[in-house]
């Protein structure tokens, strides 16, 4: 990427809007209702032959104390001193407001590079507010309309002076996008991919609202990049940032907090509840984050069993330890509970953390790369076949209706999650408890602990050649058994 672009404006001028264009993809929630936007998200964006990095910022306001709208303004002012270039964007069809002058003033003394855009501008209704940003002293204002995709031409000519300005940094800053394998690598059906700049580790952190996520990745970050306070609720979108943890490229999604459905009522929160589980999806690592003064809640166990659902590593994480005084009776209560209340992670990690104090980070990362080698464990086929030859002889397979179960082999199918298939008879007849029974051993004895497992028992026909054949007719056979007698 070239140039860093960074988007402000009032609220509900259609920054998101005009982002998830740039970006090609609906990335950041969009609604009619101002202020939606809270956190900085950073898109790869596309315009024409120009790709540059597009960050969408929360909506200007005229509030400097510690309120929630006094820490939004000093974030999107933290986002205009790391840009390039600032897209400042006005509303047409309301015209200039006092607010506008104000962040014009202040952008003029941040930013070396401002491009004013009078966005709504389509139609006869925003000609004479994008006549009237001329006054606001930041040149010639662009008309756009990030809706409808008007404008984009002017705003691309805007841009290609600055891309040049910015082309020669972008080749010494560009990512590894070319990855060498050894020879031994590539030949190694065992080894785990490990992650590099071009394909880091996807990372998902998600819990129950004010358990503390967007603290826990500013301090993994090392800075306060994400929105954070008292209040419940603050993340809005799933908000993804790369970074270098402990020579580990990640790429870490900091989601919503995630309520009961039925207290979800509110059609921003659904969206927000919606963007968070799209992101356990797209992850490979899953960090539940637990509250420690109200752990395991119900709504606490549903998503980790949808981390679990979804065939993703998981980490438990209990955050707020700092203020914990009976440490070590708490945490052999926390276990308990873990292994009783999520017996489908038995194993996972259980990890304290302090996302406000730091401690506990590293233990942690190690739990993250433990749980990611272990999501990609890959067993060979004699293993598993030796395996599975000893399991039939202290367990065999039930006989229901009489039939008889035969196991002949076993293979491992795929990883990310590991995924076994049992070429047996009668597969439609072997029970559930047999398969957990097998699932649980493979657990503990190819020591995969905590990640998702997934069994599926295969038919397969005999080796008799004629098995399935229609039959001659009798009288066929005798005809032919007589002319044979007769030759």
Same mark, same amino acid.
């Given at each position: 990427?070239?140039?860093? *672009?960074?988007?402000?404006?009032?609220?509900?001028?259609?920054?998101?809007?005009?982002?998830?264009?740039?970006?090609?993809?609906?990335?950041?929630?969009?609604?009619?209702?101002? &202020?939606?936007?809270?956190?900085?998200?950073?898109?790869?964006?596309?315009?024409?032959?120009?790709?540059?990095?597009?960050?969408?910022?929360? $909506?200007?306001?005229?509030?400097?104390?510690?309120? *929630?709208?006094?820490?939004?303004?000093?974030?999107?002012?933290?986002?205009?001193?790391?840009?390039?270039?600032?897209?400042?964007?006005?509303?047409?069809?309301?015209?200039?407001?006092?607010?506008?002058?104000?962040?014009?003033?202040?952008?003029?003394?941040?930013?070396?590079?401002?491009? #004013?855009?009078?966005?709504?501008?389509?139609?006869?209704?925003? @000609?004479?507010?994008? *006549?009237?940003?001329?006054?606001?002293?930041?040149?010639?204002?662009?008309?756009?309309?990030? @809706?409808?995709?008007?404008?984009?031409?002017?705003?691309?000519?805007?841009?290609?002076?600055?891309?040049?300005?910015?082309?020669?940094?972008?080749?010494?800053?560009?990512?590894?996008?070319?990855?060498?394998?050894?020879?031994?690598?590539?030949?190694?059906?065992?080894?785990?991919?490990?992650?590099?700049?071009?394909?880091?580790?996807? +990372?998902?952190?998600?819990?129950?609202?004010?358990?503390?996520?967007?603290?826990?990745?500013?301090?993994?970050?090392?800075?306060?990049?994400?929105?954070? &306070?008292?209040?419940? $609720?603050?993340?809005?979108?799933?908000?993804?940032?790369?970074? +270098?943890?402990?020579?580990?490229?990640?790429?870490?999604?900091?989601?919503?907090?995630?309520?009961?459905?039925?207290?979800?009522?509110?059609?921003?929160?659904?969206?927000?509840?919606?963007?968070?589980?799209?992101?356990?999806?797209?992850?490979?690592?899953?960090?539940? #984050?637990?509250?420690?003064?109200?752990?395991?809640?119900?709504?606490? *166990?549903?998503?980790?069993?949808?981390?679990?659902?979804?065939?993703?590593?998981?980490?438990?994480?209990?955050?707020?330890?700092?203020?914990?005084?009976?440490?070590?009776?708490?945490?052999? &209560?926390?276990?308990?509970?873990?292994?009783?209340?999520?017996?489908?992670?038995?194993?996972?990690? #259980?990890?304290?953390?302090?996302?406000?104090?730091?401690?506990?980070?590293?233990?942690?990362?190690?739990?993250?790369?433990?749980?990611?080698?272990?999501?990609?464990?890959?067993?060979?086929?004699?293993?598993?076949?030796?395996? #599975?030859?000893?399991?039939?002889?202290?367990?065999?397979?039930?006989?229901?209706? $009489?039939?008889?179960?035969?196991?002949?082999?076993?293979?491992?199918?795929?990883?990310?999650?590991?995924?076994?298939?049992?070429?047996?008879?009668?597969?439609?007849?072997?029970? @559930?408890?047999?398969?957990?029974?097998?699932?649980?051993?493979?657990?503990?004895?190819?020591?995969?602990? &905590?990640?998702?497992?997934?069994?599926?028992?295969?038919?397969?026909?005999?080796?008799?050649?004629?098995?399935?054949?229609?039959?001659?007719?009798?009288?066929?056979?005798?005809?032919?058994?007589?002319?044979?007698?007769?030759?």
């Amino acid at each position: 990427m070239s140039f860093t *672009l960074a988007i402000v404006g009032r609220p509900n001028v259609g920054k998101s809007t005009l982002f998830n264009r740039l970006v090609g993809k609906r990335l950041a929630l969009v609604d009619d209702q101002p &202020g939606v936007t809270r956190d900085l998200r950073e898109g790869a964006a596309r315009l024409a032959d120009l790709r540059f990095t597009v960050i969408d910022t929360a $909506g200007l306001e005229e509030v400097t104390d510690d309120s *929630l709208q006094g820490r939004m303004r000093r974030l999107t002012e933290r986002a205009v001193d790391m840009a390039d270039v600032c897209l400042f964007m006005v509303d047409a069809r309301v015209g200039i407001t006092p607010s506008d002058l104000v962040f014009a003033d202040i952008l003029r003394k941040r930013s070396a590079n401002v491009i #004013l855009a009078a966005n709504k501008a389509e139609g006869k209704a925003g @000609e004479a507010g994008a *006549l009237e940003a001329y006054s606001l002293g930041l040149g010639e204002p662009i008309s756009l309309s990030a @809706e409808h995709g008007e404008g984009l031409n002017d705003l691309y000519a805007m841009l290609v002076p600055l891309a040049d300005k910015y082309a020669e940094r972008a080749d010494d800053d560009a990512p590894e996008t070319d990855v060498d394998l050894s020879e031994d690598e590539a030949e190694d059906p065992d080894a785990v991919r490990m992650p590099t700049k071009a394909k880091p580790m996807q +990372v998902a952190v998600v819990g129950r609202p004010n358990a503390g996520k967007s603290t826990l990745i500013n301090q993994i970050l090392g800075e306060d990049r994400l929105l954070t &306070g008292p209040e419940a $609720g603050i993340t809005r979108d799933a908000i993804s940032l790369r970074k +270098v943890w402990n020579d580990v490229p990640m790429r870490i999604f900091d989601t919503a907090g995630m309520r009961k459905k039925a207290k979800v009522q509110e059609k921003l929160e659904k969206l927000s509840v919606s963007d968070g589980l799209r992101a356990v999806k797209f992850a490979e690592v899953v960090v539940v #984050l637990l509250d420690a003064e109200i752990p395991f809640e119900q709504q606490d *166990l549903r998503i980790a069993d949808l981390a679990e659902r979804e065939g993703r590593a998981v980490v438990v994480a209990v955050n707020k330890w700092d203020v914990e005084e009976d440490r070590q009776a708490k945490l052999k &209560g926390l276990k308990e509970s873990f292994e009783r209340l999520l017996p489908q992670l038995r194993g996972a990690p #259980l990890i304290t953390v302090s996302a406000r104090t730091g401690r506990g980070l590293d233990r942690l990362h190690e739990a993250i790369m433990r749980a990611y080698e272990t999501w990609n464990r890959r067993v060979t086929t004699a293993q598993l076949n030796r395996w #599975l030859a000893g399991m039939m002889e202290a367990h065999p397979p039930p006989a229901p209706q $009489g039939k008889r179960i035969k196991l002949r082999y076993m293979t491992q199918a795929k990883t990310r999650p590991p995924g076994f298939v049992v070429m047996c008879s009668h597969p439609d007849k072997v029970p @559930e408890s047999y398969s957990r029974y097998l699932v649980n051993n493979l657990r503990v004895d190819f020591d995969m602990p &905590g990640t998702p497992i997934r069994l599926w028992m295969r038919g397969q026909n005999d080796a008799n050649p004629y098995k399935g054949r229609k039959k001659a007719p009798p009288s066929k056979l005798r005809k032919h058994t007589a002319g044979r007698r007769r030759d």
